[in-house]
T-cell receptor, first 112, second 112 residues
Framework: QKEVEQDPGPLSVPEGAIVSLNCTYS??????FMWYRQYSRKGPELLMY????GNKEDGRFTAQVDKSSKYISLFIRDSQPSDSATYLC????????????FGAGTRLTVKP | ETGVTQTPRHLVMGMTNKKSLKCEQH?????MYWYKQSAKKPLELMFV???????ENNSVPSRFSPECPNSSHLFLHLHTLQPEDSALYLC???????????FGDGTRLSIL
């Protein structure tokens, strides 16, 4: 079993749709959860991070963590063509870049 | 120029060639990283340098050799690579290992 599982997609939605991106994980000790966005021909950029369980909202983006199910989600409201990118989840036990585990990324296309 | 800069952006080399990838960061960070990103696979951490000392080497084949001459520059020396080494090589930096990483846009490496 992979430590972090993420459906690679591709996922295609119409503009304005609500997008749900998800990752599951096997290590119950993970406490820090991140979402990165990677545009084509660019490096990943940190979008959001959360600690432990709960929700975190930033504009149109909401990150959700369910530790009991070992499941994290990123919701994008009112999706825009500019949201088209690959979204990577990442997680670690302590916040230590040396121990970060990444998902394979989900490729999202938002069509006008 | 600000951020993390990687050169070259694209590299095609034969299996017997020797080449180097370069990374430069203008953020005043103390930690630098090399990652390998293959299609539909998670980011793989290859090497970590903190204050110019190598602190992590995740079982990377010896045909990859990192060098960190100072806190702003990181190199990845390549020799006698294999076709499976074709991938996007990403450099990242952070203030320290417990702070968010900033990624460069990567070098797309193709081994013939």
């Amino acid at each position: 079993q992979k430590e972090v599982e993420q459906d690679p997609g591709p996922l295609s939605v119409p503009e304005g749709a609500i997008v749900s991106l998800n990752c599951t994980y096997s290590n119950s000790a993970f406490q820090y959860f991140m979402w990165y966005r990677q545009y084509s021909r660019k490096g990943p950029e940190l979008l959001m991070y959360t600690y432990s369980s709960g929700n975190k909202e930033d504009g149109r983006f909401t990150a959700q963590v369910d530790k009991s199910s070992k499941y994290i989600s990123l919701f994008i409201r009112d999706s825009q063509p500019s949201d088209s990118a690959t979204y990577l989840c990442a997680m670690s036990e302590g916040y230590n870049n040396n121990d970060m585990r990444f998902g394979a990324g989900t490729r999202l296309t938002v069509k006008p | 120029e600000t951020g993390v800069t990687q050169t070259p952006r694209h590299l095609v080399m034969g299996m017997t060639n020797k080449k180097s990838l370069k990374c430069e960061q203008h953020l005043g960070h103390n930690a630098m990283y090399w990652y390998k990103q293959s299609a539909k696979k998670p980011l793989e951490l290859m090497f970590v340098y903190s204050l110019e000392e190598r602190v992590e080497n995740n079982s990377v084949p010896s045909r990859f050799s990192p060098e960190c001459p100072n806190s702003s520059h990181l190199f990845l020396h390549l020799h006698t690579l294999q076709p499976e080494d074709s991938a996007l090589y990403l450099c990242a930096s952070s203030q320290d290992n417990n702070q968010p990483q900033h990624f460069g846009d990567g070098t797309r490496l193709s081994i013939l």
